[in-house]
Each structure stands twice: as structure tokens, then as C-alpha cells.
């Protein structure tokens, strides 16, 4: 029982209601840690390395049916992305260019909001048409990509 609230009480130093400067550096700090290891990582068509490693493919999907799934690239391409590579970015994933411009702007936002500014609002109905837009941007080229996959094997 001793072990399990103090792991609670732990917890709470990265909670946002109790003590906010601490949350928004540890998020500052992870998403900073994330862009560096895209940046010190290499990638090719096929795969990305870190430190002479090559990482492997996590993707069940792909490993199961050798078909992409919606998210298959979108590592490599934010990867590309973070090298300035942007053509290749682009065509590895269409979401691995605003991935990383979203955690560069994190990693000043969340500094910005440990400093005590306010929160940004995001009115709900611009949200939800994101939200839309975000999934159709994601499932259209894969379900295009994955038929002209077929296709050609038939």
C-alpha cells in the first residue's frame, strides 16, 4: 500500500490541477527529447536508424498482411521532416510535416504556459471539422493507395 501511493503521489507532480509548471515542463522536456532523437536518427525509404540500429517495423498490420495501414510512414516521414527533408516527407506521409511543425509548437507552447500564460481556446466546432478532416486526410490516401496496391499484385 506504501509503494502505491507513493507512485499517486508522484503522479500528481505531472498533474496539470495541482501543479501546472511542473506539467507543462515534463511535456516541454518530452516533446523536446522526442525532435531530438528524430534528429539524431537517420532514415531511408525502408527504415530509420538510430546509432548504427536499424529500428524495426512495429506495424502488425503490415507485418500480418504486407499492405500499408493509414499510419504506415508517418514515423519515417516525420523523421524526414525533422532532417528538412520535405519532398521525401511528404511522400512517405501526408501528416509528417504538420506532426513535427505540431511538436516543435509544443515545445514553445508548453514553456510559454510553465511561464504562467494563459491557456489557448479552441472553439469546439472548428475542433470537430479537424477532427473530420484529420481522419478523411488519413483514411482516403491509404484506402486509395492500399486498391492500387492490389491492383498491381493482381
Known amino acids: 500500500m506504501e509503494v502505491k501511493s507513493s507512485i499517486i503521489r508522484a503522479s500528481n507532480y505531472l498533474d ?56 504506415c510512414g508517418i514515423t519515417r516521414s516525420f523523421v524526414y521532416a525533422v532532417h528538412g527533408h520535405w519532398y521525401e516527407a511528404y511522400l512517405m506521409h501526408l501528416w509528417g510535416i504538420p506532426l513535427a511543425t505540431f511538436l516543435v509548437f509544443q515545445v514553445f507552447y508548453r514553456f510559454w504556459r510553465a511561464a504562467g500564460a494563459p491557456t489557448i481556446k479552441i472553439n469546439s466546432t472548428m475542433a470537430r471539422w479537424f477532427r473530420i478532416f484529420f481522419i478523411l486526410s488519413i483514411i482516403i490516401p491509404w484506402a486509395l493507395k492500399t486498391i492500387i496496391t492490389i491492383a498491381a499484385r493482381s
Not at 509548471?21 to 531511408?44: D, G, P, Y
Request: proline content about 5%; charged content about 5%.
Open 16 to 71: 496539470e490541477r495541482y501543479y501546472p509548471v511542473s506539467h507543462h515542463l515534463f511535456q516541454a522536456i518530452l516533446f523536446s527529447a522526442i525532435l531530438v532523437m528524430a534528429w539524431i536518427s537517420s532514415v531511408q525509404f525502408s527504415h530509420i536508424q538510430i546509432f548504427g540500429y536499424t529500428i524495426p517495423s512495429l506495424c502488425m498490420f503490415k507485418n500480418i498482411t504486407t499492405l500499408d495501414c493509414p499510419g
